[in-house]
């Protein structure tokens, strides 16, 4: 599957269009109310455990994504956005939201 933030893929006819697709994750956990409480203390550095779990959160994202434009008969997803969201009393949950346009390539 070809996942793409491009309106189209170059070399590539878009035969149908079969609508949008979304996968959102919400990783409700006191590691995100942490993580913007201590932003201070990481001056400098890099913090493994919030990027692992940003990126694993991403990455079930994508695979919902993905499967919802399988579930349509896609091939593609184009014009994919990614947007995270602060939810949740106090900024306790962080959502990871990708969507785009399920299509069939030629």
Do not use: C, K
């Not at 919802?68 to 959502?95: F, K």
């Amino acid at each position: 599957m070809i996942i793409t933030t491009t309106p189209m893929v170059e070399g590539r006819h878009i035969t149908a269009y079969h609508g949008v697709v979304t996968g959102e994750v919400i990783v409700g956990a006191n590691i995100f109310r942490d993580l913007f409480a201590r932003v201070r203390d990481i001056v400098g550095g890099r913090s493994g455990a919030y990027e692992s779990a940003l990126r694993d959160a991403r990455r079930h994202a994508f695979a919902e994504l993905e499967a919802e434009a399988r579930d349509m008969g896609a091939n593609a997803v184009v014009g994919v956005d990614i947007d995270y969201e602060v939810l949740g009393q106090g900024g306790s949950m962080l959502m990871v939201s990708v969507s785009g346009t399920a299509v069939t390539l030629g």
